[in-house]
Structures are given as C-alpha cells and as structure tokens.
T-cell receptor, first 112, second 113 residues
Framework: QKEVEQDPGPLSVPEGAIVSLNCTYS??????FMWYRQYSRKGPELLMY????GNKEDGRFTAQVDKSSKYISLFIRDSQPSDSATYLC????????????FGAGTRLFVKA | DAGITQSPRHKVTETGTPVTLRCHQT?????MYWYRQDPGHGLRLIHY???????DKGEVSDGYSVSRSKTEDFLLTLESATSSQTSVYFC????????????FGPGTRLLVL
C-alpha cells in the first residue's frame, strides 16, 4: 500500500462547478500538507500549504486536513477552464523536504 | 519557476551511456532536490542537497549520483543509463527557514533507448 493514495481521475466538470480533490494517507506522522498544480509539460507549482489540521482558504481554493481520518481535500469554487491541470497532494512529517511524499496526481478537466 | 532552470530540457540517449542533467538556480537557496516523475508514481525523491558538497540519498537513488560544487548548480548523473530511467526529471529548491514548500523547475524529459 502506498503511503499516499490519490485517485488519478480524470475528473471532468462543467465550468462553474465546485471541484473536490482528495488524498488519503497512512502515516500518522505527517504534519505538513501541500497541494500542487501541474499544467501539461510544466513543473508543479505550489497552490496551498497547511500545517496540521484545519482549513485554509485562498481565493477560490480551500484546503482541508482531517488528521483523525488521515484525509485531505482541495476544493475549487467556480471552476474555470484554466483550472484544467493535474493536482498533486504532498505531505511530510517535518520540514526539510527530504521526506515529502507526493500523491500520483488527479487530472482535472473543466469544460467551458 | 522561482529562478530555476534545467538543462537539457529534452534528451534521448542509449542504454549504457552516462547522462548528466543540470539544475541552476539564481536565488541562492540552500536546499536543492532532484525528483523523477512517472505515471502512477507521482514525484519521487532521488537525491537532495543541503549545501555545497552536502548531499544525501532519497527514496530512489540507485543508479544516480549528484554533485554540488556551487550553491547555484546541482548536477544529476546517470552513470550508465537504463530504460527504467526513462522519466521526467524535476529539480526543486526550498528556502532556509521557509515553510515546508518546494518550488520546481520546468523539468527534463529523458528517453533511454
């Protein structure tokens, strides 16, 4: 079993829909949780960063962490065609980057 | 791409040949990382560096070596390329004292025939 599980999709939604992307994990030591967006043939770019449990909102994006369920989510409100990309979750037990585990990514298509 | 460049951006090589990929940063970050990205596996850490001449192995380091003789350059070498090393390679940086976030370069697509 992988430490981080993420549904690869693809997920296809109409423009304006609310999108929910999720990851589950098995390592209870994870404390730092990230979401990256990756456009085709580009490097991943950081979208959201959360430490420990709770919610974090940034514009149309909301990240949620439920450590008791070992489950994290990214919500995208009012989705746009420009949101079409692969979304990677990532998590780490501590700072330093050398123990960051990435999900395989969920591919999202937002149809105009 | 946070001041990160990678070269070459694309490379085709033959099994058994050595290959070196270069990552260059312009912002003097201490930490640098090499990842590979494969379908179904996400990003996996190959090697990382926490300073000049200070490097360590990641999750999938077999068959790879790295060097960092200057702050701005982090080199990844495939000593004798194999077809299983066909992948997209990403370099990343992280600033000292920052939150647990990394910033990625544009990637190098490597095909080993």
């Amino acid at each position: 079993q992988k430490e981080v599980e993420q549904d690869p999709g693809p997920l296809s939604v109409p423009e304006g829909a609310i999108v929910s992307l999720n990851c589950t994990y098995s390592n209870s030591a994870f404390q730092y949780f990230m979401w990256y967006r990756q456009y085709s043939r580009k490097g991943p770019e950081l979208l959201m960063y959360t430490y420990s449990s709770g919610n974090k909102e940034d514009g149309r994006f909301t990240a949620q962490v439920d450590k008791s369920s070992k489950y994290i989510s990214l919500f995208i409100r009012d989705s746009q065609p420009s949101d079409s990309a692969t979304y990677l979750c990532a998590m780490s037990p501590y700072t330093g980057g050398f123990k960051t585990i990435f999900g395989a990514g969920t591919r999202l298509f937002v149809k105009a | 791409d946070a001041g990160i460049t990678q070269s070459p951006r694309h490379k085709v090589t033959e099994t058994g040949t050595p290959v070196t990929l270069r990552c260059h940063q312009t912002e003097n970050h201490r930490y640098m990382y090499w990842y590979r990205q494969d379908p179904g596996h996400g990003l996996r850490l190959i090697h990382y560096s926490y300073g000049v001449k200070d490097t360590d192995k990641g999750e999938v380091s077999d068959g790879y070596s790295v060097s960092r003789s200057k702050t701005e350059d982090f080199l990844l070498t495939l000593e004798s390329a194999t077809s299983s090393q066909t992948s997209v390679y990403f370099c990343a940086i992280r600033s000292s004292g920052s939150e647990e976030t990394q910033y990625f370069g544009p990637g190098t697509r490597l095909l080993v025939l």
